[in-house]
């Protein structure tokens, strides 16, 4: 089990930036895949950033350039250094971890924390 919890959402104008932190309750280096996704109102669950594979990132096309995803292995904490944001940006942000084994995948989510880009 993974519990997630996510920090550091709020309000912000075009062009700010915004930090977000997720803190996993165990060790984020046995977690095999960690990072976030984003939801806004009608619209579908989509990736932003994650690890895969050890020190591998995957980003979003629309975040490429502006978003940073980085770890602290020895606080068990996940971030995303938002910078440039758009309004397009504003969703619920969630923390998703998976953990794989040969025979198993457990997939993991945090509540998720509102970040809004308006003027």
């Known amino acids: 089990q993974v519990q997630l919890v996510e920090s550091g959402g709020g309000l912000v104008q075009p062009g700010g930036s915004l930090r977000l932190s997720c803190a996993a309750s165990r060790s984020i280096r046995s977690i095999n895949t960690m990072g976030w996704y984003r939801q806004a109102p009608g619209n579908q669950r989509e990736l932003v950033a994650v690890f895969t594979n050890g020190d591998s990132t995957v980003y979003a096309d629309s975040v490429k350039g502006r978003f940073t995803i980085s770890r602290d292995n020895a606080k068990n904490t996940v971030f995303l250094q938002m910078n440039s944001l758009k309004p397009e940006d504003t969703a619920v942000y969630l923390c998703?971890?998976?953990?794989?084994?040969?025979?198993?995948?457990?997939?993991?989510w945090g509540q998720g924390t509102q970040v809004t880009v308006s003027s």
């Open positions: 998703n971890a998976i953990l794989r084994g040969r025979a198993y995948e457990l997939e993991f």
